[in-house]
């Protein structure tokens, strides 16, 4: 299994080189435009109280896992430090030995600001490399990691801003060459997170409610490349956005309903043109594939980032642009903060990728330091590789 997983990860790189050098590309599915990324990882929830909510955390109350999904909300944690770490076999249906895996700590600064690292490592286990021949090259570990830091700070009481920026190093095959001569080596980049945090007090049924709002863009960087400076991709730029309510059932028991809306900030893959034969006709000018309908997916990072709001084909195009939306919704239960029952749904349109998933998830508290949690994806799709997931994370906080 490990070497078909491989064997599809060189394939489509050997695809993407060859087509700089006029190799006959074929025809396109309709029915499945799915925008690709390098690095996705960067987006993989990678903690059990937020995956336990369907992956809804922008407008969540601030914990040591903030940094991944609203930075500007840190600065409102109520501990003084902490650390904490999560885990989370990754396909196990497919394999064994992959894994998610993220570190984080975090420090009060003063009473309006606040400071955390993070590191994040996925681990795609051990495979034996083959050429497209099928003939061996050894065995190799795959693996992405980015280390990242984060300020964020109170502007108000009520108003919070954070950045973060991580270095970003991925391995997907060590240093081989592919059948067209082109040397593959580690992608290196950096990214950028902007996250702004709202939250303010509403009376609801007679209680003093919890509010708040969010707002987060992630991974604002350069392209990455895995063998030259023609074949570049998009870092997975996100743009999260979301609203969470508090409501206080009594003086011990909460309920928190959370809402967040994500769309890549990545170009819209366009509509090639096609021959009688159903192929990809290339532009003999720019040796690259002949766009009928879009815009070009190759434009420079700010172009791509900011018209990806508005750049999928016509016919459809406004359509398209609303299927690119993925909606996560989440609710937690908790008592005095000591105990958690969550449960989410996640919904992605099935022309973009099509994952859908409810998730449940519960949480510990031991003696106002310690934290354990765990969360359960279930997908909607039978036999799915994501069916079964089991996240795992364990925080150690203290408080002045």
Request: proline residues 3%; negative net charge; glycine residues 14%.
């Given at each position: 299994m490990k070497q078909l997983f491989f064997f599809v990860i060189m394939s489509l790189w050997y695809t993407s080189t060859s087509a700089q050098n006029s190799v006959t590309l074929y025809g396109q599915d309709p029915n499945r435009r799915v925008?690709?990324?390098?690095v996705p990882f960067l987006n993989f929830a990678p903690d059990s109280r937020h995956s336990g909510m369907g992956d809804a955390g922008v407008a969540t109350s601030a914990d040591g896992?903030?940094?991944h999904w609203n930075a500007g909300k840190l600065a409102f944690i109520e501990?003084?430090?902490g650390v904490s770490f999560s885990y989370s076999p990754w396909l196990g249906r497919l394999v064994n030995d992959m894994s998610v895996n993220y570190l984080t700590g975090f420090k009060r600064i003063d009473n309006v600001s606040a400071f955390g690292i993070d590191l994040r490592y996925f681990d795609m286990g051990s495979i034996q490399l083959t050429d497209l021949s099928g003939n061996s090259l050894g065995d190799f570990n795959p693996r992405d990691i980015a280390i990242g830091g984060t300020y964020s700070r109170k502007l108000s009481d009520k108003l919070g801003l954070g950045i973060s920026a991580r270095f970003i190093h991925s391995n997907l095959s060590g240093n081989i060459s592919s059948a067209g001569g082109n040397e593959s080596?580690?992608?290196?980049s950096?990214?950028?997170?902007?996250?702004?945090?709202?939250?303010?007090?509403?009376?609801?049924?007679g209680k003093e409610a919890v509010w708040s709002w969010g707002a987060h863009i992630s991974n604002i960087g350069p392209k990455i490349t895995y063998n030259s400076a023609d074949d570049l991709d998009y870092l997975p730029t996100n743009?999260?956005?979301?609203t969470a309510l508090k409501l206080p059932m009594d003086n011990f028991n909460n309920i928190t309903f959370a809402l967040d809306i994500n769309k890549l900030m990545v170009p819209t893959p366009p509509i090639y043109e096609e021959n009688e034969n159903g192929q990809i006709i290339i532009d003999p000018t720019t040796n690259r594939p002949s766009i009928l309908s879009g815009a070009d997916p190759t434009r420079p990072l700010l172009s791509g980032m900011f018209g990806s709001f508005a750049d999928a084909p016509t016919p459809g195009r406004f359509r398209e642009e609303l299927d690119e939306l993925m909606i996560s919704f989440g609710v937690e239960y908790d008592y005095q903060s000591k105990f958690a029952v969550r449960a989410g749904y996640f919904y992605e349109n099935p022309r973009k990728g099509g994952r859908r998933f409810f998730t449940m998830g519960v949480g510990f508290k031991i003696q106002d330091r310690l934290g354990l949690d765990f969360s359960y994806l279930v997908p909607q799709v039978q036999n799915h590789p994501?069916?079964?997931t089991l996240r795992i994370s364990l925080a150690y906080n203290i408080t002045k």
């Open positions: 925008i690709t990324t390098a896992n903030s940094a501990e003084d430090m080596r580690p992608g290196v950096v990214g950028t997170d902007v996250g702004v945090y709202y939250k303010t007090d509403v009376l609801v049924s743009f999260r956005f979301g994501m069916g079964e």
